[in-house]
């Protein structure tokens, strides 16, 4: 029999890709006051699991699942767009989370939701911490492939992961339940339908609060002293042809 | 165990040492204090036996934070790996794991080794470096220790106090951790890469609690190159969607890397459009790279892809458009068709 496959998908609210983060005044963060869409990582991950229905593996259900202020409930609309069933909202309005406290959440919710596989993406294009995926896998002591380029679940539920490393590519094989985390390459998300949009409005999402799982202070870790602009590089000109370009490397003493 | 008691007393030292900068006649005798205290694991990378040069630089991170240092290795007949490392400089001792099942790096198995070996040596701190496999590695340790890491740390401020990037890079957090244990990971491009001789330290053998690893490991392919290793080389030619094809990407970029021995990189539509390997991606998402020449042709600078690079001592762009945005930050700019500018660099630097 078939392995059912129970997918969990965490995504994370964050500032566009596109825009050029600024560093506020008083040197505590950057200007968040401006357009926010999901972690391209994530949609990777919503993408890989949606198409894993679409190839006919059995899945069961696909969970959605974001941590966050009020407005992260539109990143879960937009994952139920792309086909996630359903939606869970953890809100937090004030608390930061940490990559350890997003994994201690995503552990319970693993548990209480029984899911026997997770795909993250490999990094949020905020923080580009790089852990949660792992920090997860090492609290449940699930097998993980994190920086995933291919994925291939069979029926017996084995899972084959090519990975990129530095350098190339590696394969892994292991048993659900597992990790997963989602490198670039993976996959082409797509782009929600207008009917599809519609019909995610009516999925349900549930919407929690740190206190349900027993996390009030959010287990704050890290303090931050300040965030600062990195230095400025200067333009340093142009040149006229490509011996200008050597005269001015040498200079430089580049060559 | 002694980790919290050491901590306790390394914290409240580093709190000596800040209040007492005011007071410099004593602050000589506390930083003394803290050196003694601090301890750390720098966990080395090896590969078929051969010690990655490029790992030391957990070395230089460490010595910033003073006290003793250790390095790690584990892998099948690692004594030889053991050895080498023992010589590298600012080394007191090196622990070893002989055991084959360590030698492809699987998180699974080499965490809870980690979490052994960091409990026994009671260590303040633990530096690897934010490669893939300090990436795949690293967050599990510290979700076992309990431990909030800190990822690809370029500075170090004090005993529990350090300097990232965050957003691409766009901005740069300072923070202080106040977990027991420090895990980090650095970035390597961001320290000295450590000299491999000169030291003398002492071989050990560790503990191995043998931990079952449920994943297999099925094979590899590597990229394989003659050329430097593009995160740690001296000078890197980079090329972008500009090259328009695979073709041009090959016919074009190895001779003027050669001509310049340099390693090649691309920008991420230039890979994903399939001109080059996934690993040659420089960028947010890609490798860092922070070379001596960062010559780049074809690329718009996109600030994903400036992550990547703009640490880099001086860059040189050839782009046909005068306003790409690599031009803000080249200190060496050509505006031209890169399929004629490119030939003739080449042939230049080759006759020069």
Known sequence: MATKLRILVPVKRVIDYAVKP???????????????????????????????????????????FSAGPAKSQDILRTAMAMGADRGLLVQEDKIELEPLG??????????????????????SIDDDANQT???????????????????????????????????????LKAKLPMIITTDLRLNEPRYASLPNI???????????????YGMEDGGKRLKTIKVAEPPARQGGGKVEDVDGMIAKLKELGAL | MVAPIRTGALRQAATCLRQQRAVPTVRPMSREALRR??????????????????SLASISAAQKLGGSIHGFVAGSNIKTVADEASKVDGLEKVIYVDNGAYDKGLPENFAPL???????????????????????????????????????????????????????GNAILTVQSEDNVKIVTVRGTAFPSGAAEGGSAAVEEGTDPKAECPTEWV??????????????????????????????????????????????GASRAAVDSGFADNSLQVGQTGKNVAPQLYLCAGISGAIQHLAGMKDSKVIAAINKDPDAPIFQVADVGLVGDLFEKVPELTEKLKSS
């Open chain 1, 102 to 123: 997003v994994a201690k959440l995503l552990k319970k919710v693993v548990e209480d939701e029984k899911r026997n596989l997770v795909i993250l993406g490999k990094q």
């Open chain 2, 37 to 54: 205290l601090a301890s750390t694991l720098a966990i080395l990378e090896q590969r078929e036996g051969k010690l990655n040069m490029s």
């Open chain 1, 22 to 64: 600024r560093v506020n005044k008083a040197q505590t963060g950057v200007e968040t006051n401006v357009k926010h869409s999901m972690n391209p990582f994530d949609e990777l991950s919503i993408e890989e699991a949606v198409r894993m229905r679409e190839a006919k593996k059995p899945v069961e259900d696909i969970l959605a």
């Open chain 2, 219 to 264: 094979s590899e392919d590597l990229a394989k190159s003659d050329r430097p290793d593009l995160a740690t080389a001296e000078k890197v030619v980079s090329g972008g969607r500009g090259l328009k094809s695979k073709e041009e990407f090959e016919k074009l970029m190895p001779p003027l890397a050669d001509a310049l021995g340099a390693a090649i």
């Open chain 2, 114 to 168: 980690l979490v052994e070996n960091i409990k026994k040596g009671g260590y303040t701190h633990v530096v690897a470096g934010h490669s893939a496999f300090g990436k795949n590695l690293m967050p599990r340790v510290a979700a076992l220790l309990d431990v909030q890491q800190i990822s690809d740390i370029t500075d170090i401020e004090s005993e529990d106090t350090f300097v990232r990037p965050i957003y691409a």
């Open chain 1, 133 to 171: 995926g792992q920090m997860l896998a090492g609290l449940l002591n699930w097998p993980q492939a994190t920086q995933a380029s291919k994925v291939d679940i069979a029926e017996d539920g084995s899972v084959q992961v090519t990975r990129e490393v530095d350098g190339g590519v590696e394969t």
């Open chain 1, 198 to 212: 519609m019909k995610a409005k009516k999925k349900p999402l549930e919407k929690k609060t740190l206190k349900d």
